[in-house]
């Protein structure tokens, strides 16, 4: 890793500049998160050997409809109408999965070219994070790498930005982390403003990463953040109705204050927040009520990195997220079957680098994403409705076994690619000479049938006269 230098005088002057250019700037700085697993369906023990297919084609496709039509579309009219509206002066940020990419493609396309839609307006950041919305980060540093590298390609496919700032799995971050997406060139990270990481600090400033300075941290004021993603439509909540203009209040409280990050499922708008709360209306009238009654302006996360200086560096010395309580990776880790799924998954790491197979890379792929872990979580008690909420299985355990299935029958299908033992590389010669006896036979199969087929429609005896006939002529012409 790139050993941090210090700032030349020059740019140290400069950064000097610029704070008391911007001293008195206050920015919003709106990101949300766009992610959906592809689910599996059942998948038994006998499946095992048996079928290499592991995906629930109608839940995926019933449930990414339902969203697209509650959230995802009318959610995306909604920013498209204000940023058209406040002409450049409303700004958000989105991180959207390499994964919910792929089922935008297959499920509802219209979805993906209203992002496009966003996207040419040049007021909307699209962010860099792990392709399948994974924990690799824990387990290995170059398939991190390459995951987002890989979604930072796909970022730049579709939506035609390079991501300058990173977003890893749920706000996962840590020094090491940090400093790892510094060296892979980002020149900021977010992730969650925890108070047993920030203490007596506030979240409403910009830091550094503790190894390398260079990497901005923006930090997620989860109060206000969860504000509207939880409490908005809590009717016991003592500050129900929230209001855009009570919201404003409280962001613009402290004059010290330089960012409000508001970080939160995009789902917040019309799945997790109902239409009929009135979460679209509120939304809507949020810009109007910023400008009017604040100093406030929005600001992308690149914009907040270029624009503020960092006030200390923030140090993370094991690793935090966004989820539950504690704010920490028990939400995905936090038990023996999560752990040990974890680490078997991971067990098959160097081999798969030995593997080129189209359908087995995606189905490696898929393996890795995060909701799989998080299925398993048993935190009934202190979170336990969100865990619920997106839970497709009846119990964590149901959801452990059906993982370990597929993972069982995955690990076969790569023996055959990458034996691990001697014994299974004899195995796997053997299955492929079966293999390849078994096409010569559907060949002959085919073969057999064609020649059937043939003598089935051999001509009968009158009409094996008329060549005969023909001939006879032709002898009697010469």
């Keep these: ?63 990414l409809r339902k969203i697209a039509d509650r959230c995802y579309l009318p959610a995306n009219k909604m920013m498209l109408d204000l ?64 995951q987002v590298e890989r979604h930072a390609q796909a970022i730049h496919k579709y939506f035609g930005q390079h991501p300058q700032v990173l977003r890893n799995t749920e706000l996962i971050y840590s020094d090491d982390i940090g400093a790892l997406t510094a060296e892979m060139g980002f020149k900021g990270a977010i992730t969650e403003g925890a108070k047993h990481i920030l203490g007596w600090k506030s979240p409403n400033y ?62 917040t708008f019309g799945e997790h927040q109902l239409a009929e709360t009135g979460i679209f209306r509120f939304m809507e009238e949020l810009p109007d009520a910023v400008f009017k009654n604040s100093k406030l302006q929005f600001a992308t996360p690149s914009e907040i990195v270029d624009q503020f200086q960092p006030v200390s560096m923030v140090s993370v010395p094991h690793a935090i997220s966004w989820a539950d309580e ?57 979170d336990g409705e969100i865990h619920s909420y997106f839970n497709p299985y009846e119990s964590p355990y149901e959801a452990f076994i059906n993982y370990m299935n597929v993972l069982s029958d995955f690990k076969l299908r790569l023996n055959t690619f990458v034996p691990e033992s001697e014994m299974e590389h004899k195995i796997a010669a053997m299955n492929k000479m079966i293999a390849e006896k078994e096409e010569k036979l559907k060949k002959y199969e085919a073969e057999i049938v064609r020649l059937q087929q043939k003598k089935k429609k051999k001509p009968t005896t009158a009409n094996k006269s008329k060549p005969k006939t023909a001939l006879k002529k032709k002898i009697e012409k010469k």
């Design 206 to 267: 910009l830091y550094c990463n503790a190894i390398n300075p260079r990497l901005k941290v923006l930090m997620r004021n989860y109060k206000l953040s969860d504000d509207l993603a939880f409490r908005f439509s809590n009717q016991a909540w003592n500050e129900y109705p929230l209001t855009a203009d009570k919201f404003v209040r409280w962001m613009d409280g402290d004059q010290k204050d330089e960012i409000i990050n508001l970080f939160m499922h995009y789902e």
């Design 1 to 63: 890793m790139e050993k941090f230098r210090p700032q030349c005088p020059q740019c140290l002057y400069r950064s000097f500049k610029n704070r008391i250019k911007n001293k008195n700037m206050r920015a919003i700085c709106f990101y949300f998160q766009v992610h959906q697993p592809f689910r599996y369906r059942r998948y038994r023990f006998f499946d095992i050997g048996n079928d290499h297919y592991y995906y629930d084609d109608y839940a995926n496709e019933t449930i």
């Design 326 to 382: 504690e704010r920490d990776l028990t939400a995905w880790l936090g038990n023996e079957m999560q752990q040990e799924a974890f680490d078997k998954l991971y067990e098959l790491k160097d081999r798969m680098e030995q593997v080129n197979d189209p359908e087995l890379l995606k189905d490696w792929s898929y393996l890795q994403v995060s909701d799989h872990f998080y299925y398993m979580s048993t935190k009934f008690f202190s």
């Design 83 to 146: 940023i058209t509206k406040h002409k450049g002066k409303f700004k958000i940020a989105f991180s959207i999965s390499g994964t919910a990419l792929e089922q935008f493609e297959l499920y509802a396309p219209e979805v993906l070219d209203s992002f496009q839609e966003l996207a040419k307006t040049g007021q909307v950041e699209f962010l860099a994070e792990t392709y399948s919305n994974s924990l690799v980060a824990l387990k290995s540093k170059e398939l991190y790498k390459k």
